[in-house]
């Protein structure tokens, strides 16, 4: 189990979010009881080519100490010298090898959802991995391109043959991106059909929806992205906060973007933080939107603490 072998104290994972994963937010996400954290989506060849903003995505903090890293890239070379540098020179948890992502950008240039295309190539991208750390690799996954090419199995027994740690299935084809509803069948076929750990991924957003997916697929965990950035509270014993709960978390969430980030940067950036949090709130709508119009910091935390108090 790989909640063990990493000694970790919870099996819900964190998923890379760009724009989201951020320091800041894997504190948060990681005091609420997160197993483990990603960063965001790391290039293997922006790191070969020594991109700085790239590097600064793979700071960490003290506070952290569940903290992995999910990289992307097609040239297994490429992938073996980003593997390299990531294991000599930082401190992660595990690697993941990103083979899931939907977005055209990433899909035109050959990585993401794109190697489950090439399935070769995908092993060999994998196999570069593999033998250039000793952390623990890991690998996400979706059904397939399209509905007519759905081969999650056939690279989920590459992962196996590999000795790869553990694996992640999003029940979703690169087609679909986000639309549509997850299909966990696949992802108890998966778990029936492989001899190593599987976490599922797609449309868990209470802890109702784990609960349930994970009793029909006797998938080892789940790797949380939209459900955890819409409600951080997800992965603690008890999702239901209170509004005083949630916003003296927006407000240590706020002093930890401080931290990091000039304050209108930190400001504008936990404007979406903030929309997420008081999603479902009585009168929350008349809140953020008010917020949304702010770069004042002491008048933002003036509306939460009224808000507060009604």
């Avoid at 991109?51 to 890239?73: A, C, H, Y």
């Avoid at 992660?92 to 992502?101: E, L, R, T, V, Y």
Wanted: net charge neutral.
């Amino acid at each position: 189990m790989i909640k063990e072998k990493l000694n970790l104290n919870s099996n819900l994972f964190l998923a890379p979010l760009a724009g989201v994963t951020d320091i800041p937010f894997r504190i948060i996400c990681g005091e609420l009881g997160a197993g483990l954290c990603f960063t965001e989506m790391i290039s293997a060849k922006a790191l070969y080519y020594n991109d700085k903003k790239t590097k600064k995505l793979l700071d960490t903090d003290p506070r952290e100490n569940n903290t992995s890293v999910q990289i992307f890239g097609h040239e297994p070379e490429i992938i073996a010298y980003a593997t390299r540098f990531l294991t000599e020179n930082y401190n992660f948890k595990s690697i993941d090898i990103n083979m899931g992502c939907p977005a055209p950008k990433i899909f035109k240039n050959g990585d993401g959802s794109a190697l489950m295309g090439d399935l070769n190539l995908a092993e060999d991208v994998i196999r570069a991995c593999k033998n250039n750390t000793d952390l623990p690799v890991s690998v996400k996954f979706r059904l397939g391109i399209d509905e007519n090419s759905m081969n999650y199995m056939q690279l989920g027994q590459i992962c196996e043959r590999l000795k790869v740690d553990y694996i992640t299935l999003h029940a979703r084809t690169r087609k679909m991106f986000y639309s549509g509803e997850a299909d966990w069948s696949h992802i108890k076929r998966l778990v029936e059909n492989v001899d190593i750990p599987v976490f599922g991924n797609g449309d868990c957003f209470t802890k109702e929806d784990i609960r349930k997916n994970m009793k029909y697929s006797n998938c080892d965990g789940v790797l949380l992205a939209r459900g955890a950035m819409q409600n951080p509270f997800i992965f603690s014993d008890d999702e239901i906060k209170t509004k005083e709960e949630v916003i003296d978390t927006i407000k240590k969430h706020m002093q930890l973007k401080l931290e990091f980030y000039e304050e209108k940067r930190a400001i504008l950036e936990m404007r979406k933080h903030i929309q997420w949090y008081l999603k479902g709130f009585r009168n929350s709508n008349k809140v953020k939107n008010k917020i949304n119009q702010l770069t004042d910091l002491v008048e933002i935390y003036k509306i939460l603490d009224e808000f507060k108090n009604e």
